[in-house]
């Protein structure tokens, strides 16, 4: 009697173990089935599909009935649904209402990353430019899980002397570089720090008086080292000065258009075009920079034009919208207006594969077996609609649903 009992609990401990063992180690964590995917911009979709995701990464994705759905697996219906790689968002800011990410609350932050960020489906972004002490203390919390959020890379900023920008606080304290060598030590400060790029105001905003430019030779001192640590640099390029001087010193990325200036010159279309040059458009931040409906249509059909004619000669965008300095969340603004110069797979590249090849992300940007697990799941095929690409119904990361958060 006693000998059966041990016997009965040694294959109960056993039997409990190994299954445990399995549903950790071995098997599917996460089952998509039934939505269209649609494995890259330029892929023909899946219809009626199956994705596998195990341990952070996708290890199947194929038509129901061509994989086995593991029994233990948690199986999401996605009926009616559309399954694209997890979104970039190349210009954001942790900046109004996110500082105190050291002491506040995981779930007042996890709430805050929902509505600015993973409710539209990011899960990469690229802070140009907040508090890095602060910024670094939220992604540690999202990295060590605490918070569950998208990957976040940072940027450090760096201004021309005398260019503090009039929309931004005048108390607030802002690196300007008077010199190369000054440029040189703040960039490798940042770098230093755990930032993984830097950005460059080679043109700012001063309101009523002139803008202020950032010298090529500051531009080019700071882009050096970065690049010598494989590293991007940004530009806010306000005018074309800033735009040539960003262009010139070796930008890689620009982060906003130049609606002020109505379109870009020949000469820095056709540089742009041989350096490699990435373009932000942002242009739903055009709406909100002055009061006169007029005037902001004006400046959205510049912006717009700009990013045609760029994106027509076949220059690289990334979608970027600069949330978290402008407050309007929403991202199908954006997606109305970029779709009246790209069509939507052209879209879907400036959100997924074109930020993942420039940012040497290679295990990101399209849905296939041995991809990273990031995913969006959409309500409503983009290829209708680009506004489509807002409408997110799950937002995955590793292989771990960031929105809505579980119940
Ligand atoms: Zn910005």
Redesign the pocket.
């Known amino acids: 009697m006693k000998l059966r009992l041990k016997l009965l609990l040694a294959v109960v401990l056993l039997f409990g173990l190994s299954t445990g063992i399995a549903t950790a180690l071995e098997g599917p964590e996460l089952v998509l089935r039934g939505a269209k995917v649609y494995p890259s911009p330029t892929a023909s979709p899946v219809e009626n599909a199956v994705v596998l995701l195990e341990n952070g990464q996708i290890a199947g994705v194929g038509r129901q009935g061509e994989l086995k759905i593991p029994k233990q697996a948690k199986v999401i219906d996605c009926t009616g649904k559309v399954i694209v790689a997890g979104f970039w968002n190349s ?1 954001v ?1 942790f900046e109004n209402g996110w500082h105190g990410a050291t002491q506040a609350p995981a779930e007042q932050l996890e709430a805050h990353m929902q509505e600015m960020l993973t409710r539209w489906g990011f899960t990469t972004v690229w802070d ?2 907040s508090l890095p002490s602060n910024t670094l203390a939220l992604r540690k919390r999202i990295e060590s899980g605490e918070v569950p959020g998208p990957q976040i890379l940072m940027a450090g900023d760096i201004f021309p002397l005398n260019g503090h920008p009039v929309y931004l606080p005048p108390e607030m304290q802002l690196p300007e570089a008077a010199s190369p060598e000054q440029a040189e030590q703040m960039s490798k400060g940042y770098l230093k720090m755990g930032l993984d790029g830097i950005k460059l105001f080679t043109g700012a905003f001063m309101g009523n008086k002139p803008v202020v430019n950032m010298d090529t030779a500051i531009v080019k001192a700071a882009a050096d080292v970065a690049h010598a640590d494989g590293k991007p640099v940004f530009a806010h390029p306000q005018n074309h000065t800033g735009t040539d001087n960003a262009l010139a010193g070796g930008v890689d990325v620009l ?1 906003h258009t130049i609606p002020n200036e109505r379109s870009f010159t020949d000469d820095e279309l056709s540089r742009m075009k041989r350096q490699h040059t990435a373009l932000i458009p942002t242009l739903t931040l055009w709406t909100t920079v002055v009061n006169d409906p007029a005037i902001t249509d004006k400046l959205v059909d510049a912006g717009v034009s700009e990013l045609k004619t760029y994106f027509s000669e076949g220059g690289t965008i990334l979608f970027g919208t ?1 949330v978290g ?1 402008v407050t309007k969340y929403d991202t199908s603004q954006e997606y109305d207006f970029m779709g009246r110069a790209m069509a939507w797979r052209d879209i879907l590249a400036s959100l997924t594969t074109n930020p993942s090849t420039l940012f040497k992300q290679p295990t990101k940007g399209r849905v296939e077996k041995g991809m990273n697990a990031d995913l969006v799941v959409l309500n409503a095929d983009p290829a209708n609609d680009p506004r489509n690409f807002s409408k997110v119904a799950y937002t995955i990361r590793a292989g771990k649903i960031l929105y809505p958060a579980p119940k």
Do not use: I, T
Request: no cysteine; aromatic share 14%; proline share 0%.
């Open positions: 210009h800011h140009l430019g982060a600069d300095f």
